[in-house]
Every structure is written in C-alpha cells, then in structure tokens.
C-alpha cells in the first residue's frame, strides 16, 4: 500500500473541489440531525395537544421516562445485553459459516451445481416457520433465538459471497494457473482479496437481518431481552414500553453498523 505525501500541493480547483466534498458532507450530517431534530419535536407537539393519541404511538417524553425507570430498577441493561451478546454470537457465526460454506461451493463446481437449488429454496423459505422445530432441536432457550439470527443470515451471506468469488476475473486466474498457482493460492492471493468489498457489503446487510433474527428469535422463545419487552409490552398495552425497547434496538443497530462503516473505510485505504 502506498503511503500518501501530505506536502502534495493541490490546484486551486481541486483545493475547491476538496472544500466542497468538506461542504457537502457538513450539510447532509446537518440536515439528517435537523429532520431528526424535526421528528422528534413534532411528534412530541402533536401527542402533547392531542392530535395523536399518546397511549397509541407513545411520546418521545413519555420513552425516555419508560427507559430512566427501566434503569432505576436494573432491567435496562441486563435485556440490553442479553438481546446484544445473542446478536453479535448469530452475526459472527453466519457470515463465518456462510463465508466458509461460500468458499466450499467456489472450490468445487459440481458440489455447487447439486446444492444450489437448495440453498435458493432455503433462502426463499420463511425462517419463522421454523421456529418450532428449532425450539424442539435446541430448546427453548438462548440457543433456539442465536440459531434462528444464524437462518436469516447465514443463506445470504452464502449467495453473495459465492457470487463475488465467481466474479473474479478469468483471465487473471487463467494467468496465475499459467504462472504454476495451485487452487488455494488462487483462493487466498486472488479470489478473497478480490471479494473484500463485497464482503463489507455482506457485513453490512447482516448488521439488519441479524437483529431481525434475535428479534424473531425472542418473540417465539425469551424470558428477557429487547425483544421479550416488546413482546410483553404489546401484551398488557404497554406501548411506551413497546416504543422505548424499538428505539434502544434502533440505537444499537446504527452503532453496530458504524463499526462496520469503519471497517469499510480501512478496506478502502488498504485497496488505495
């Protein structure tokens, strides 16, 4: 990777275009906190004068009391980190797996020619209908909510993987199969360096179906998480509860996926 020299001395026009790209990214971040901003103050105002009925869509005033509660009496982050810890462990093992079973397919073409109508089928059937029999292969536990976030990530994962690994270009693994490259120095030297974006992309995708996961997961078996007081929540019409778990989730989802935003950037750099 080349290291670039900070002295370089712009032109006055790229000087400007740098100042601009600055520009642009200021406002944007500006104006997404100001419709925040917007959001919030005009949901509060129309619940506050009754235009919207505050017992059916909650208040942003009324979510923050719910959450200061739920911290005083020590619920708050023990289903925080109950419902994170089940996520993170689904979204590490599927794209893992689904990493590995991608590079299985790519290495063998008639393994991938007899699976891949069942990894299509597999992806096009709701996961939810399993839930039943997860429950009775795992129990109804921890362990029934991390496989289900696995079922919904994992067929993806596989398929857009593969599809970058066999994107690759032929004419480069056709010159390094001339140079004498066996098939796993093509893999490791050609074929996964190649498919780095799209693997950002993957984690990207996985940061959403891996919450939706937990979620589904703790809606059919939980006794705690963000899931379980939504749930409990719904039940007993208790929608400030309801709205303040969503927010948590919304909150922890646009964390997860910054980290890899991060991730994405240091690609970026090291392909520079």
């Known amino acids: 990777m080349k290291k670039k020299n900070k002295n370089i001395n712009y032109s006055k026009e790229h000087k400007k275009y740098l100042k601009k790209i600055k520009v642009d990214k200021f406002t944007t971040l500006l104006a997404q906190i100001l419709l925040l901003v917007l959001i919030i103050g005009l949901w509060e105002l129309l619940t506050y004068v009754g235009v919207l009925d505050a017992f059916f869509l909650s208040s942003p005033s009324r979510m923050i009391a719910e959450l200061i509660d739920l911290f005083k009496n020590g619920t708050l982050f ?3 980190g109950i419902t994170l810890y089940e996520t993170l462990i689904g979204f590490a093992i599927a794209t893992i797996l689904g990493t590995l079973i991608a590079i299985i397919l790519w290495w063998s073409r008639k393994l991938r020619k007899i699976l891949e109508p069942y990894i299509v089928i597999l992806n096009a ?26 079922l919904i990530c994992i067929v993806i994962t596989t398929l857009s993987m593969l599809s970058a690994f066999l994107e690759c270009d032929e004419d480069k693994i056709s010159l390094m199969r001339s140079m004498g490259a066996t098939k796993f120095q093509i893999l490791t030297k050609l074929v996964i360096p190649n498919a780095l974006t799209e693997f950002v992309s993957v984690l990207k995708i996985n940061v ?27 039940q007993v019409f208790q929608l400030d509860l309801v709205m303040a778990s969503t927010l948590i989730l919304c909150i922890l989802a646009c964390v997860m996926y910054l980290f890899v935003g991060i991730l994405e950037r240091k690609v970026r750099k090291h392909k520079e």
């Open 78 to 80: 023990y289903h925080i």
């Open 125 to 150: 059937l709701p996961k939810i209908a399993l839930g039943p029999v997860i429950i009775i292969w795992v129990g109804a536990g921890t362990g029934a909510i991390i496989t289900m976030c696995i």
């Open 208 to 234: 959403g179906m891996s919450w939706v996961g937990t979620i589904m997961g703790e809606y059919l078996v939980s006794k705690a998480g963000l899931g379980y007081l939504i749930v409990y929540g719904g």
